[in-house]
C-alpha cells in the first residue's frame, strides 16, 4: 500500500484548485496545406498525417533568428531564473532547426506531482516535435510537490511570459505559432494561459483537466481542443473531484493528504461538457453543439461547435478513458493508478494538426 502511494503520489496527476495556491480569480518543414483555419469539427474528425505539414503562412520572426552563435538542435535542460527565483525546463529543439528559419513552439505543462522529467516519457511531446519541426519546451512548476498556481498574476504564470520571452530572444521562433498543451494540472495551466497569453500563444490543448476560469477575459478568442475520458477517477467527466484524489500529497510537502485541503467549491467542479461549453461561449460560438464519431480513432466522440473563423472550441470524448494521455505507452503502462489509456487515438498527431490550424493574427504581435 505505501509503495502504490507513492507511485500516485509521482504519476497521478490531478489539477486542483487546492493544489494552484491560488483562486482561479484574476488576482491571485515545409508546407503543402494551404487553408489557415478550419472549423473545430473539420479539424479533428480528419485523420492526422504522419507528420504534420504547416500552413504557408507568412511567420512573424522572433529576436532570436539568425542570432549569433545559433542554437544546435537537440535536447538539453535549461536553468533559467523568474521574479529572482531559479526555474528550469528541458528544451527540445528538432534536427532540422538552422536558426534562420523561424519554427512554431509548443509549451509543455507537466500535471500535479508529476514533475517535467516524468511529463517528457508521459506525454512524448518532444518526440512528435522533432518529427513536425517544433520546438518544445517543457518547464518544471514550483513547491516540494511540482504543481502549477494557475491564478492570473502568479509567480507560475509570470514564468511563462518570462519563458516565452527567453526562447523567443534565444531561438528562432515563428511567433505567429506559439502552442500550450498539458495533462491535469497542466491542463488547467494551459486554460490559465488562454486566458492570459492569449495575444502570445495561438491555440490550446488541455488534456485530462480542461477549465474555466472566473474573470478570464482572454486578449482574442482562444482556440481549444481538450481531451478527456469518461471514467477519468480523479477529474470525473460529469464534474467534481474523484476517490482516487484523497491519497495524494499535499502541495506543502508534509507528509498530508490532498484530501485535508479539498474545499467545498472543488467538489462542486462543473463538468467537462459544461466547461467546454463556456469556452465556446467565451469565443462566440453557435451554444449547440455537434456530436460524430471520431474517424481516425475507436470509442473517440468529437464534441464540437460552429465557431468564428480561428476561434474553433472542441472536445474529444474518450469513451472509457481514465485519467491519461491517450496514445501514450508510458501512461499505459500506469493504469492500475490512471485508469484506461485509449491506444487507437493519437493525441499528439490530433493536437498538432489543431495547432497548425491557427496562428495568432501578425497585428497583434509588435516587431522584436
Known amino acids: 500500500m505505501r509503495t502504490r502511494l507513492l507511485l500516485a503520489a509521482v504519476f497521478a496527476v490531478v489539477i ?12 491571485s518543414s515545409e508546407t503543402t496545406q494551404t487553408t489557415e483555419t478550419s472549423t473545430a469539427a473539420s479539424v479533428a474528425t480528419t485523420a492526422p498525417a504522419t507528420t504534420t505539414t504547416v500552413a504557408s503562412v507568412a ?22 531564473t523568474s521574479g529572482g527565483a531559479p526555474r528550469w525546463y528541458w528544451r527540445n529543439v528538432p534536427s532540422a532547426y538552422n536558426g534562420a ?4 513552439l509548443v ?37 516540494p510537490v511540482a ?38 494540472n497542466g491542463a488547467g495551466m494551459t486554460s490559465a494561459v488562454a486566458c492570459v497569453y492569449a495575444d502570445r500563444v495561438a491555440a490550446f490543448a488541455p488534456v485530462a483537466g480542461i477549465r474555466a476560469l472566473d474573470d478570464c477575459a482572454p486578449a482574442r478568442p482562444a482556440p481549444v481542443i481538450a ?14 473531484v474523484g476517490e482516487a484524489v484523497s491519497n495524494l500529497p499535499a502541495a506543502d510537502g508534509s507528509g498530508r493528504t490532498i484530501s485535508d485541503d479539498l474545499p467545498d467549491v472543488v467538489q462542486e467542479r462543473p463538468s467537462v461538457p459544461d466547461t467546454t461549453a463556456a469556452w465556446a461561449a467565451r469565443n462566440g460560438c453557435d451554444p449547440t453543439p455537434t456530436t460524430s464519431d471520431a474517424e481516425f480513432a475507436e470509442d473517440v466522440v468529437v ?6 473563423d480561428g476561434a474553433d472550441v472542441q472536445l474529444l470524448r474518450i469513451e472509457g478513458g481514465g485519467h491519461s494521455w491517450p496514445g501514450s505507452a508510458f501512461s499505459q503502462q500506469l493504469e492500475s493508478l490512471l485508469g484506461f489509456t485509449n491506444m487507437t487515438l493519437d493525441t499528439n498527431g490530433v493536437m ?17
Not at 509549451?107 to 518544445?136: K, N, P
Not at 481531451?227 to 467534481?240: A, Q
Not at 464534441?303 to 468564428?308: K, L, R, S, T
Open 352 to 368: 498538432f494538426n489543431f495547432f497548425v490550424h491557427h496562428r495568432l493574427p501578425a497585428e497583434l504581435l509588435e516587431t522584436p
Open 59 to 80: 511567420p512573424v520572426p522572433s529576436a532570436g533568428c539568425g542570432a549569433t552563435p545559433s542554437v544546435e538542435p537537440g535536447e538539453v535542460k535549461i536553468d533559467t
Open 107 to 143: 509549451l509543455d505543462f507537466h500535471g500535479y506531482s508529476e514533475g517535467a522529467d516524468v511529463h517528457l516519457m508521459m506525454s512524448e511531446m518532444r518526440q512528435r516535435g522533432a518529427i513536425e519541426g517544433f520546438v518544445t519546451v517543457t518547464p518544471q512548476g514550483t513547491g
Open 16 to 27: 486542483l484548485a487546492a493544489c494552484d495556491s491560488g483562486d482561479d480569480s484574476a488576482t
Open 303 to 308: 464534441i464540437g461547435y460552429d465557431c468564428p
Open 227 to 240: 481531451f478527456h475520458g469518461t471514467e477519468d477517477g480523479f477529474l470525473p467527466y460529469e464534474g467534481g
Open 147 to 184: 504543481r502549477w498556481d494557475t491564478g492570473f498574476e502568479s509567480p507560475d504564470m509570470i514564468f511563462v511570459g518570462d519563458l516565452l520571452d527567453e526562447v523567443e530572444e534565444t531561438l528562432c521562433i515563428d511567433r505567429r505559432m506559439v502552442y500550450a498543451t498539458g495533462l491535469s
Open 101 to 104: 528559419v523561424p519554427v512554431p
